[in-house]
């Protein structure tokens, strides 16, 4: 089952490029969200959670990517899965209005699902 570590290890990839893409650029997460003035930026304290939300995302990101198979990568699995469902569920009541709260809910939950299920091929 070892070969199969791919999918764990690509969605921990993806994941990492996005926390990385949202660190550089909080808009590409805040636009999405709702959560920009009426000018469409970020406002600084939004701009400053997406980078934390970032750089989270790049830590558990890359575990997933260069864990060791089994406990470890299972372990990091984990991590981005409880990190996708607290996003879903903070997301889905507490943005400002319902489309963006239904639409990041179903993202953030179906990252959740789709890294749960790698675990799956995260070996023995």
Do not use: H
Not at 22 to 48: F, N, Y
Not at 62 to 79: D, E, K, S, T
């Amino acid at each position: 089952m070892a070969q199969s570590t791919w999918i764990p290890r690509a969605l921990g990839a993806a994941t990492a490029v996005y926390g990385a893409a949202i660190t550089i650029r909080p808009l590409l997460m805040a636009k999405p969200t709702g959560l920009v003035d009426p000018s469409g930026t970020p406002e600084p304290g939004v701009a400053a959670l997406t980078r934390s939300l970032g750089v989270r995302d790049v830590a558990t990101g890359l575990a997933m990517a260069f864990a060791p198979a089994g406990a470890p990568l299972r372990a990091a699995i984990a991590v981005r899965v409880a990190s996708d469902t607290a996003d879903a569920i903070t997301f889905g009541t507490g943005l400002p209005d319902a489309g963006s709260r239904r639409n990041s809910a179903k993202v953030a939950g179906a990252w959740a699902v789709l890294c749960a299920l790698s675990a799956f091929a995260a070996g023995r």
